[in-house]
């Protein structure tokens, strides 16, 4: 069996190496592209030249599940395009961590999640800026716990996570702190937050 990577990041202005520094030392042979994970397999030029590199029984390695797909769709089109060949994925981090044979609960969430981090972003983002520019500045502070982290760590508590075992499990996805995992506190915070919101009664009624 053969382990395969794959790096991808959606623009030439993204930087690759910590996925490269992930994959490089595991891999045989790491593909790399740098398009939108929205395309199709075959509109991918580092993925299909993976999927034609790979035989019956070897595995494909991501650093995160939203290498193969950033929305849920494309993701799950890709797992099963992948898997009808009998490929394997492995997943090194987040919420679909592990090695896969086929579709799986866990693997749809790490799906989910995954497009939901990107919705989140580019509405904060958008948000960000649009107020910025009304106040005559350019830019905006996006919160480091975003709605999709938040969901993630819920998750994860539910399974029965303490704070510094979900810590590993959530990454930054933007701003200056990218790649970095959350502070405990921000973890913390963001839970309770979500807790009281939770609790809250509908309409203001008790």
Same mark, same amino acid.
């Given at each position: 069996m053969a382990l395969v990577g794959l790096v991808r990041v959606s623009t030439d202005k993204q930087? %690759?190496? *910590? /996925?490269?520094?992930?994959?490089d030392p595991i891999c045989i042979k790491v593909f790399e592209e740098k398009v939108s994970g929205k395309l199709a397999v075959a509109d991918r030029p580092g993925?299909?030249?993976a999927v034609d590199y790979l035989r019956s029984g070897d595995m494909l390695c991501v650093q995160? @599940?939203? *290498? &193969?797909? *950033?929305?849920? !769709?494309? $993701? &799950?089109?890709? !797992?099963?395009?992948?898997?009808?060949?009998?490929?394997? @994925?492995? %997943?090194l981090e987040g919420v679909g961590a592990g090695e896969h044979k086929e579709?799986? &609960? &866990?693997?749809e969430l790490a799906l989910v999640l995954a497009s939901e981090r990107r919705r989140d972003i580019v509405k904060k983002t958008k948000d960000g800026l649009d107020a910025a520019r009304s106040r005559g500045r350019v830019g905006g502070r996006r919160p480091v716990m975003t709605e999709a982290l938040t969901i993630q760590a819920v998750v994860l508590r539910e399974k $029965?996570?303490?704070?510094? /075992?979900? /810590?590993?499990?959530? *990454?930054?996805?933007e701003g200056k702190h990218k790649g970095k995992n959350p502070s405990i506190g921000a973890i913390s915070q963001a839970l309770r937050e979500r807790d009281t919101e939770a609790a809250a009664p509908e309409g203001g009624r008790p």
């Open positions: 930087n %690759v190496d *910590r /996925q490269h520094d992930a994959l993925l299909s030249a995160e @599940v939203d *290498r &193969l797909g *950033r929305d849920t !769709l494309t $993701g &799950l089109m890709t !797992l099963a395009e992948l898997f009808k060949r009998d490929i394997a @994925v492995k %997943v579709m799986n &609960l &866990l693997l $029965g996570f303490t704070l510094r /075992q979900i /810590q590993p499990h959530l *990454r930054i996805a």
